[in-house]
């Protein structure tokens, strides 16, 4: 089943605002202290989209949220409600970037990007992990590439194809050949930056989470990428 985007988003945010969901969270507020400050759902979301504010508190709350939402009581659906709407902006970046992949429709990918993101919160390992929404929304993305990937061989060797000669391996919307030329020329240019930019500049990835991959402070990325693109700017203004 598909559903439109917003229209999920809409259910979950009504859902949040029901007399029986604040029982939920009341319930979850008396058993987690990192939910105290919060009086209601709307309060601890705005918490946690709020741009000033300490991350390692951020991923305090989201930590709890998972093992409510892991749990086996009343609370679960409450606490998996209030992660998908920590993780909206983020997933809403995957589904842009998943569309302009050509993963799918529009409709297919927010259903997919859904089913996903929950599987993810249901089954992570809080032992093994630092960041919970880096590695939730890294680990939707990723899947969801290799999929696409996976099925794109399937296609090629049923139609008798070169499997070298697939379009678009999922890095991005302009196909193997664009993308490799496109990495060649900035890198020239850029060197071990390259990759920052294009996550960054072309296919929409936060520095936060390219400062994941690259397995980079999330300052130090941000210096990186800026350096980047200063450079990058100079050399567009020595363009005749």
Not at 9 to 19: C, F, I
Not at 22 to 51: C, E, V, W
Not at 144 to 164: W, Y
Request: one cysteine or more; charged letters at 25%.
């Amino acid at each position: 089943m598909s559903f439109a985007w917003h229209e999920i988003r809409d259910h979950l945010m009504q859902s949040s605002s029901n007399l029986h969901f604040q029982r939920s969270f009341d319930a979850i507020r008396r058993a987690q202290a990192a939910f105290a400050p919060f009086r209601d759902p709307a309060a601890l979301l705005d918490g946690l989209h709020s741009t000033p504010g300490d991350p390692a508190r951020k991923n305090q709350i989201l930590s709890a949220l998972v093992r409510a939402a892991q749990s086996d009581g009343p609370a679960s659906d409450c606490a998996l409600t209030l992660l998908l709407l920590a993780l909206w902006p983020g997933l809403d970046a995957i589904r842009h970037r998943s569309i302009w992949r050509r993963i799918g429709a529009a409709d297919e990918v927010a259903s997919d990007v859904l089913a996903r993101t929950i599987e993810a919160i249901r089954s992570l390992d809080l032992g093994r992990i630092n960041w919970i929404a880096a590695t939730v929304l890294r680990n939707v993305e990723r899947d969801m590439i290799r999929v696409r990937q996976r099925d794109q061989v399937r296609e090629r060797l049923a139609s008798g194809a070169d499997t070298d000669e697939v379009a678009d391996n999922g890095d991005s919307g302009i196909g193997a050949a664009g993308y490799a030329r496109l990495n060649g020329a900035l890198r020239k240019l850029l060197g071990d930056d390259a990759l920052l930019v294009i996550r960054v500049a072309i296919e929409g990835f936060s520095q936060a989470e390219v400062a994941v991959e690259l397995d980079l402070t999330e300052a130090a990325a941000r210096k990186r990428y800026q350096r980047a693109m200063r450079r990058l700017n100079d050399a567009l203004q020595e363009i005749p």
